[in-house]
């Protein structure tokens, strides 16, 4: 069966430090890969999406994320965070049919 | 462009009541989710729409809760009658099709009482 692992459950760095979240998936066919951040109060929002080609990836705000299909893996990078990174970061995985299976969440403290 | 509308923004239900969610997807979104994330979790899938068709709801609770979209735009989603374990925020979410970016409305926050 499909699914997603986040074997974070909290992370706090200080402000202007590096961040990796992790991520793996089971999927046996070649995954779509997401990852979205939510804000305290607020919706889900996508940071960056991966589909084919490249293997690292670009999003909004800074982030980038790597896939790795040896070690089934999707990590999340931020070179620098800032306060406002501060949320719920969840990655997810899209199967067939269009069904997006989301992992059960990192949440991300700064302290600044 | 609007964004995924959903309403209400809250529900404060006793068990054993019955509770209805409404969502107005993105204009031409074919593709329609409702999730529901429990506090401290990630969304879970309850039902896909492809137009007006269910494509998977394998993880509904179909002894009480139903969801329809009519005409391939709006849906609703009910609880009857709800638990105490279905408080959580309800999301809709909408996209044009495979690969699209999901959008994701501001979800529904029940509180079952």
């Known amino acids: 069966a499909q699914s997603v692992t986040q074997p974070d459950i909290h992370i706090t760095v200080s402000e202007g430090a590096s961040l990796e979240l992790r991520c793996n998936y089971s999927?046996?066919?070649?995954?779509?890969l997401f990852w979205y951040v939510q804000s305290p109060g607020q919706g889900l929002q996508l940071l960056l999406k991966?589909?084919?080609?490249?293997?690292l990836v670009q999003g909004i705000k800074g982030f980038e994320a790597e896939f790795k299909r040896s070690q089934s893996s999707f990590n999340l990078r931020k070179p620098s965070v800032h306060w406002s990174d501060a949320a719920e970061y969840f990655c997810?995985?899209?199967?067939?049919?269009?069904?997006?299976?989301f992992g059960p969440g990192t949440s991300l403290s700064v302290i600044p | 462009e609007a964004g995924v509308a959903q309403s209400p923004r809250y529900k404060i239900i006793e068990k054993r009541q019955s509770v209805a969610f409404w969502c107005n997807p993105i204009?031409?979104?074919?593709?329609l989710y409702w999730y529901q994330q429990i506090l401290g979790q990630g969304p879970k899938l309850l039902i896909q729409?492809?137009?007006?068709?269910?494509?998977?709801d394998s993880q509904l609770p179909k002894d009480r809760f139903s969801a329809e979209r009519l005409k391939g735009v709006d849906s609703t989603l009910k609880i009857q009658p709800a638990k105490l374990e279905d408080s959580a925020v309800y999301l809709c979410?909408?996209?044009?099709?495979?690969?699209?970016?999901?959008?994701f409305g501001p979800g529904t926050r029940l509180l079952v009482l």
């Open positions: 979410a909408s996209r044009a099709g495979l690969k699209e970016t999901q959008y």
């Open positions: 999927y046996g066919a070649t995954p779509y």
């Open positions: 729409f492809q137009n007006n068709g269910v494509v998977d």
């Open positions: 997810a995985v899209e199967t067939s049919y269009d069904k997006v299976i």
């Open positions: 204009s031409g979104h074919a593709t």
């Open positions: 991966y589909f084919s080609g490249d293997t």
